[in-house]
Protein backbone atom coordinates (compact mmCIF):
# COMPACT_ATOMS: atom_id res chain seq x y z
CA UNK A 1 0.00 0.00 0.00
CA UNK A 2 1.28 3.84 -1.01
CA UNK A 3 0.57 6.60 1.19
CA UNK A 4 -1.14 9.45 -0.94
CA UNK A 5 -3.05 13.04 0.00
CA UNK A 6 -5.50 14.88 -1.90
CA UNK A 7 -6.04 18.42 -2.01
CA UNK A 8 -9.69 19.41 -2.52
CA UNK A 9 -11.43 22.19 -3.92
CA UNK A 10 -14.78 22.53 -2.89
CA UNK A 11 -17.28 25.01 -4.27
CA UNK A 12 -17.49 27.60 -1.49
CA UNK A 13 -21.32 27.83 -1.49
CA UNK A 14 -21.88 24.43 -0.32
CA UNK A 15 -23.26 24.26 3.10
CA UNK A 16 -20.93 21.95 5.47
CA UNK A 17 -23.13 19.31 5.84
CA UNK A 18 -22.48 18.70 1.91
CA UNK A 19 -18.85 19.26 2.22
CA UNK A 20 -18.84 16.77 5.42
CA UNK A 21 -20.90 14.16 3.06
CA UNK A 22 -18.26 14.21 0.09
CA UNK A 23 -15.45 14.00 2.87
CA UNK A 24 -16.83 11.09 4.31
CA UNK A 25 -17.69 9.73 1.15
CA UNK A 26 -13.94 9.83 0.35
CA UNK A 27 -12.96 8.39 3.62
CA UNK A 28 -15.81 5.56 2.66
CA UNK A 29 -14.36 4.53 -0.57
CA UNK A 30 -10.68 4.47 0.80
CA UNK A 31 -11.50 2.58 3.64
CA UNK A 32 -14.22 -0.03 1.28
CA UNK A 33 -10.97 -0.55 -1.00
CA UNK A 34 -9.01 -1.56 2.27
CA UNK A 35 -7.13 1.29 3.12
CA UNK A 36 -6.53 3.43 6.00
CA UNK A 37 -7.81 7.09 6.82
CA UNK A 38 -4.95 8.90 8.05
CA UNK A 39 -5.79 12.54 7.89
CA UNK A 40 -8.38 15.34 7.39
CA UNK A 41 -7.23 19.02 7.68
CA UNK A 42 -9.56 21.40 6.96
CA UNK A 43 -7.88 24.50 5.60
CA UNK A 44 -11.31 26.46 5.49
CA UNK A 45 -11.98 29.43 2.61
CA UNK A 46 -9.19 31.07 0.80
CA UNK A 47 -8.94 33.55 -2.64
CA UNK A 48 -7.94 31.59 -5.68
CA UNK A 49 -5.60 32.89 -8.24
CA UNK A 50 -8.14 32.77 -10.80
CA UNK A 51 -11.74 32.16 -11.33
CA UNK A 52 -13.07 28.62 -11.43
CA UNK A 53 -16.62 28.53 -12.73
CA UNK A 54 -17.08 32.28 -12.14
CA UNK A 55 -16.28 31.71 -8.25
CA UNK A 56 -13.18 33.98 -6.87
CA UNK A 57 -13.37 31.30 -3.50
CA UNK A 58 -12.65 27.70 -2.65
CA UNK A 59 -12.85 25.66 0.17
CA UNK A 60 -9.55 23.59 0.80
CA UNK A 61 -9.37 20.08 2.27
CA UNK A 62 -6.30 17.97 2.69
CA UNK A 63 -6.91 14.52 2.99
CA UNK A 64 -3.94 12.05 4.09
CA UNK A 65 -4.80 8.00 3.57
CA UNK A 66 -2.82 4.81 2.41
CA UNK A 67 -4.37 2.69 0.10
CA UNK A 68 -4.07 0.68 -3.15
CA UNK A 69 -3.75 2.47 -6.45
CA UNK A 70 -7.02 0.73 -7.42
CA UNK A 71 -8.32 2.82 -4.92
CA UNK A 72 -7.07 5.81 -5.75
CA UNK A 73 -8.44 6.04 -9.29
CA UNK A 74 -12.04 5.02 -7.82
CA UNK A 75 -11.79 8.11 -5.21
CA UNK A 76 -10.30 10.38 -8.36
CA UNK A 77 -13.14 9.20 -10.52
CA UNK A 78 -16.00 9.64 -7.84
CA UNK A 79 -14.51 13.56 -7.22
CA UNK A 80 -14.11 14.22 -10.74
CA UNK A 81 -18.46 13.36 -11.17
CA UNK A 82 -19.33 15.23 -8.09
CA UNK A 83 -20.52 18.94 -8.90
CA UNK A 84 -19.15 20.22 -5.35
CA UNK A 85 -15.91 19.51 -6.20
CA UNK A 86 -14.20 22.40 -8.37
CA UNK A 87 -10.60 20.51 -8.47
CA UNK A 88 -8.87 17.82 -6.59
CA UNK A 89 -5.26 16.53 -6.93
CA UNK A 90 -3.91 13.23 -5.24
CA UNK A 91 0.14 13.07 -5.07
CA UNK A 92 2.08 10.01 -3.25
CA UNK A 93 3.19 11.09 0.41
CA UNK A 94 7.04 11.49 0.61
CA UNK A 95 8.31 8.99 3.23
CA UNK A 96 10.06 11.11 5.80
CA UNK A 97 7.62 14.43 5.56
CA UNK A 98 6.42 16.03 8.07
CA UNK A 99 2.89 14.08 9.44
CA UNK A 100 0.61 17.25 9.43
CA UNK A 101 1.86 19.91 6.64
CA UNK A 102 0.86 23.58 7.46
CA UNK A 103 -0.70 26.13 4.55
CA UNK A 104 1.87 28.83 5.07
CA UNK A 105 0.83 32.49 4.09
CA UNK A 106 2.59 35.42 3.17
CA UNK A 107 4.60 37.24 5.52
CA UNK A 108 3.32 40.80 6.45
CA UNK A 109 4.53 43.86 5.53
CA UNK A 110 5.82 44.50 8.91
CA UNK A 111 7.72 41.44 8.94
CA UNK A 112 10.28 42.52 6.04
CA UNK A 113 10.42 46.10 7.57
CA UNK A 114 11.77 44.01 11.11
CA UNK A 115 13.73 41.77 8.44
CA UNK A 116 15.81 44.89 7.23
CA UNK A 117 16.35 46.50 10.10
CA UNK A 118 17.94 43.43 11.58
CA UNK A 119 19.83 43.90 9.08
CA UNK A 120 21.11 47.12 9.15
CA UNK A 121 22.36 46.89 12.86
CA UNK A 122 24.18 43.59 11.85
CA UNK A 123 26.26 45.33 9.35
Not at 3 to 24: H, K, N
Not at 100 to 112: E, F, K, S, T, Y
Amino acid sequence: MTEYEILLLLDPDLDEDRQSEIVSRTRDLVEKGGGSWDLHDPWGRRKLAYEIAHKGEGSYHLLQFTCESETLDEVSRVLRIDDGVMRHMATRRIKGSPARPVAVAAPARNDAEIASEVEEEEE
